[in-house]
């Protein structure tokens, strides 16, 4: 069980929250310009770091905000990736 | 009984006033409060307490706390439990124990019969022996055989659990000399601490040592120390309480026993700590030698325990074998406590002229450079057989107790399993805690300081460090004065018993051998994972506290390794056995995860419905039996009822989300398939939602209340994915887009009645709403009142009958049930459940997620390119439907089947196969029912280039027979539609 840190809560148990998973960039704007390899890319391969890795987190039994964090898979070392009212990765 | 007699100096922790009975195996004996099961056991003089686990072998009690090996004991009465070790059951008065593992008494056991065969047993025996042809065969006999305890028979929710949350800057995590110090100085410098101890006193070892502190006995020490805790206002103690595991984030958790009130049972902490302070202590390693496992074999640690803490007598005479320094002042204290100490025998050849000088003071015989190489005995020691390791000379010495000590090891679990690392101190023949990962700090004997001076000292700096790490000034901490012996060892892992044909024992819970462990290196298994698997060493209940280290130290002279090159196993929670209740806490049966209930669940309910799962942790009927009624029969007349009358269905659980903004449109255009922008008001629309892989997620028809406000409707199982993902897309991908969703599932109750008689039966219950077909026609919806209700009237359908879908208020929405039933009589009104609602979905062949919707599905696949929008520049799968569509290979499509035997129906999933042969699959039978509306099967099937083949036959592979089946449209009734619309 971790803690997660929540931007507007603050730490809280982790069985409050439900993980979405890793988050690489934001979905492409116009995918009808990106070639197929590229989409099929953005759309099958999911970061798997043995280190650092940026997720997407819901506070799902809380505030109901979704936020990012950054998320070491070896030491579950976790730092918070906010600042104000801008969600997206810093 | 055997106790020492120690005139007027007070016992600290037994009270000899107050004499409790209790039985043991079916004889009654006296103890003393604050004995345990163990101490009692001995001063009654019963040193044979069990059988062991494989061979039934007779064995007594080795140690005095967590780690004991040997007996476990089943308790019963009030508080039944099992597999406890006898050194951690407290006395109580009328407590009724009784030894696991032998029947019907230790003295007298039948099992016993196993170790004449014993040779028969080598490690993997079972995994050689019971391969073919399938493991599972024998598994449950074996086990039946090999089995502990037995499971509680008391009611389970007869004891009362609980759990709750801490959360602390600082928990210390044992009560010894080192974590007092910590709690101490970490509470004194302002940090809130949670201190707890497995033990029911605090003071860890110093009760079973004997030290003096400050020049006082150490129960003295303690007392004042106790005080000095809670003077700090910041310090909260917990007796009796086992931490158990250590998460990540410093997530421990804790398990106390006999907590306040006492009507609760135990207690589960889930403790959350800034930091943590690990002073769990020493185990003490046993000697490895032939019979080592015989009664009166002993801990040196356990027989001093005994001795010092319980004024109990383990022997009369004893021998203490040893390889450190330790076990000499235990034997001193055996000596001065009236056990007639008749060797000690030391596997070093040097030993300290302090230790040799009081030993000869006290008159007791050192052999030096020698080992026992066997104990001698049956059912209980008579002798030890003692052989000089260097001229091998051998002596025999009579004795009913022997001590042994091969060392102390770290309690590092907690530690490990926190992910710090270990490394092997040669200097202490140990593992020890090496880089912490977490916030985590070692303190005292847990670390490899051995010493009661130096615990005292490590526990008082990890205190302060703890504090300091969580912000606060360390406050000074004057540390006692105590004597502070040096601890001195030579690593010795009993490796003259290779090749011994007598049994050396490593691991006494499990009956694991050295015999064992070198089979396993033979076999190619000495890796430590390896041996661990294919022996069993180390996976008992005790998980191997006192057994591991030497079967590592044994694999590394085997290996010709050193043994922190061999390295340990995983250490994994818990620490000790717990109690499922004691992790379920309040939450025992189908509580952990609430169903779901609709405001007519109780109606349902009390009319005999067979309640269903229906996802998302909703509970719906799944039909409703009459008075000997099979279930088909109830299914094929509630399905009937719908096709030629009326029927009626709890609708409720249906996900209905309310979406309102001036961008609501935009949502749906991105998360829809279809066009949304010229629905016009009071119309519903179909959807279907995909994910950027662009596979079917979800459908739902959706209606516009207003230009800029829509209520969404998705199936029951998908709704709580289907929000995730509206408001992840919302909140992080499109923070821009002005529209917010509100999950209104729980806020509407819906009843619908469907059924060629719907319209004219509505006109009878009352509503001021136009149900004519033309003013209120197919996917529309209208607001008015029913029953006297306000409702929302949809017209949708999900039967391929007429329906009208009445949502009210949930607090109405029984009202509006009743009402409705009553007014149906008329109609013979059938309430009907999910199976009913299922055939009819089948016989028109309605998609439905965990059916067709696999998460493999495309819409072309079922069918529906027809919704999906070529106008769009982009929605949420179009890339990847597009990219789909273009590589054009043959992809499994939604078809109808019917079997050749009408009355065939065939299992759901079953595979079809080219001509029915055993090779891969080319599709599945995804629903199959006996059609009412046909009167005979029908089934839907996902098939590769299954439009291509409709009028060709197939054949499914069920049980043990292949079925053949003819391909149709995927729908079975009223093809048009028209019996929906009118
Ligand atoms: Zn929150």
């Known amino acids: 069980m971790l803690t997660i840190p929540c931007p507007w809560c603050g730490d809280r148990h982790e069985s409050e929250f439900f993980c979405g998973g890793a988050y690489e960039k934001a979905r492409p704007a116009r995918p009808e310009t990106l070639s197929d390899e590229a989409w099929v890319d953005y759309v099958t391969v999911s970061p798997n770091p043995a280190g650092p890795l940026v997720e997407r987190w819901w506070h799902q039994r809380g505030c109901g905000l979704w936020f990012f964090l950054e998320r070491d898979t070896l030491t579950h070392d976790i730092r918070p990736l906010f600042d104000g009212e801008d969600h997206e990765p810093r | 009984m055997s106790r020492v007699d120690r005139g007027s100096a007070p016992d600290a922790l037994i009270d000899r006033d107050s004499p409790l009975r209790f039985t043991f195996n079916g004889r009654t004996y006296t103890g003393y409060r604050g004995d345990t099961l163990a101490s009692a ?4 003089g019963i040193s044979l307490t069990g059988r062991s686990f494989k061979y039934h072998r007779p064995r007594g009690i080795q140690g005095a706390g967590y780690e004991e090996p040997a007996t476990l004991v089943q308790l019963s009465g009030g508080e039944d439990a099992t597999n406890w070790p006898v050194t951690r059951v407290p006395l109580s008065a009328g407590l009724a124990a009784s030894s696991v593992n032998c029947w019907p008494s230790p003295d007298f056991d039948v099992g016993a019969i196993a170790q004449v065969f014993s040779r028969l047993l080598p490690a993997g025996f079972y995994y050689k022996t019971f391969m073919w042809p399938n493991w599972h065969l024998f598994e449950p006999a074996i086990r039946r055989a090999a089995g502990l305890g037995r499971a509680p028979t008391s009611e389970p929710d007869h004891l009362r659990y609980e759990t709750r949350f801490h959360h602390c800057d600082v928990l210390v995590i044992g009560a010894g000399p080192a974590g007092l110090m910590a709690a101490l100085a970490a509470g004194r410098s302002g940090a809130r601490v949670l201190l707890v101890d497995d033990d029911t006193a605090i003071g860890g070892r110093l009760h079973a040592d004997g030290d003096l502190v400050d020049g006082r006995p150490a129960s003295d020490w303690l007392k004042d120390i106790a005080a000095a805790l809670e003077a700090t206002g910041t310090v909260r103690c917990l007796s009796d309480a086992t931490a158990w595991a250590h998460h990540e984030h410093n997530f421990v958790m804790v398990t106390e026993r006999g907590p306040c009130p006492a009507h609760v049972f135990q207690r589960t902490w889930r403790v959350r700590a800034r930091q943590v302070v690990i002073a769990t202590g020493a185990i003490e390693r046993p000697m490895v030698f032939a019979n080592n496992d015989r009664p009166g074999v002993m801990l040196a640690s356990a027989a001093c325990c005994y001795v010092n803490r319980y004024a109990v007598r383990p022997g009369k005479s004893t021998v203490v074998f ?30 300290p002229a302090s230790l040799l000088k009081r030993a000869s003071s006290a008159g007791i015989v050192v052999h030096t450079g020698a080992v026992v190489q066997e104990a001698l005995g049956g059912r209980h020691l008579r002798a030890v057989r003692i052989a000089s390791r260097g001229d091998g000379r051998k002596t025999t010495i009579d004795c ?62 990890a205190g302060h460090a703890a504090a300091e790490r969580c912000g606060f000034a360390p406050a000074a901490t004057d540390l006692p004065v105590v004597s502070d012996p040096a601890y001195r060892i030579e690593a010795y892992w009993g490796v003259e018993s290779f090749g011994s044909v007598k049994k050396a024992f490593v691991d006494i819970q499990n009956d694991v051998t050295v015999s064992d462990l070198e089979l396993a290196v033979r076999e190619g298994f000495g890796a430590v994972e390896h041996a661990k698997r294919y022996t069993t060493a180390g996976m ?7 057994g591991n280290v030497n079967a590592i130290g044994l694999l590394a002279a085997l290996n010709g390794d050193d043994p922190g090159a061999v390295g340990t196993t995983t250490f994994r929670p818990p620490y000790v056995p717990v109690e499922f209740g004691a992790v379920a806490g309040h939450r025992p049966g189908s509580l952990l995860l609430p169903y779901r209930h609709t405001p007519m669940t109780r109606w349902h309910k009390e009319r005999g419905a067979v309640m269903y799962e229906a996802g998302a942790r909703w509970r719906r009927p799944g039909f409703y039996p009459r008075a000997g009624e099979t279930m088909e029969q109830a299914v094929t007349r509630e399905a009937a009822a719908v096709r030629n009358g009326l029927g009626i269905y709890d609708g409720s659980p249906l996900g209905k989300f309310d979406i309102r903004g001036p961008d609501a449109v935009k949502l749906l255009d991105f998360v829809y398939t279809n066009d949304w922008d010229d629905l016009g008001p009071d119309r519903g629309r179909y959807g279907i939602m995909l994910s950027d892989d662009g596979l079917i997620l979800d459908d739902g028809v959706t209606f516009k209340l207003a230009d800029d406000h829509y209520l969404m409707t998705t199936s029951t199982a998908n709704a709580d994915m289907v929000y995730r993902m509206l408001e992840g897309l919302l909140q992080t991908d499109r923070p821009d887009w002005r529209v917010a969703v509100t999950p209104v599932t729980e806020h509407w109750a819906n009843a619908t009645v469907c059924g060629p008689t719907a319209r004219e039966f509505m006109r009878t219950v009352g509503t001021d709403i136009d149900l004519d077909g033309d003013d209120f026609p197919f996917m529309s919806m209208r607001v008015g009142r029913v029953a006297n209700l306000p409702a929302r009237m949809f017209r949708v359908s999900y039967t391929g009958e007429l329906s009208f879908e009445i949502n009210v208020p949930a607090g109405g929405g ?7 039933i009553e007014a149906g009589q008329a109609f013979s009104i059938t309430p009907i459940g999910s199976e009913a609602n299922h055939l009819l979905r089948v016989e028109k062949g309605f998609l439905s997620p965990g059916h067709e919707v696999d998460g493999t599905a495309d819409p072309y696949d079922l069918g529906l390119g027809w919704i999906v929008s070529g106008n769009k520049p982009d929605f949420i799968g179009k890339r990847a439907l597009e990219i789909r569509r273009a590589s054009g290979g043959p992809r499994r499509e939604l078809v109808g089947l019917l079997t050749a035997d009408p009355h065939e129906i065939v299992p759901e999933g079953s595979p079809i196969t080219p001509d029915g042969r055993k090779e891969a699959s080319e599709g599945f039978v995804s629903a199959c029912v006996m059609s009412v509306a046909r009167g005979r099967s029908v089934a839907l099937a996902l098939l590769r280039d299954g439009r291509a083949r409709i009028g060709q036959t197939v054949s499914i592979r069920v049980k043990k027979d292949v079925v053949r089946a003819a391909v149709t449209k995927p729908v079975f009734y009223d093809p048009a539609g028209e019996r929906l619309r009118s």
């Open chain 2, 814 to 820: 029984l009202q509006l049930w009743e009402s409705l």
């Open chain 2, 540 to 546: 008992g209940v005790d998980q191997g506290k006192t």
């Open chain 2, 41 to 44: 056991l001995l001063a009654n």
């Open chain 2, 400 to 461: 009913d107790l022997l001590c042994t000590s091969g060392g102390w090891n770290p309690t590092v679990h907690l530690y490990s399993q926190s992910r710090g690392r270990l490394r092997y101190d040669p200097n202490l023949a140990a593992f020890v805690p090496g880089e912490a990962r977490q916030g985590t700090i070692p303190a005292g004997s847990a670390n490899g300081a051995f010493g009661l001076g130096s615990c005292l000292a490590e526990g008082r700096d």
């Open chain 2, 322 to 351: 040893t390889n450190n320094d330790s076990a000499w002042h235990a034997a001193f204290d055996l000596h001065a406590a009236g056990i007639a100490v008749r060797g000690l025998v030391d596997v070093r050849p040097q030993i």
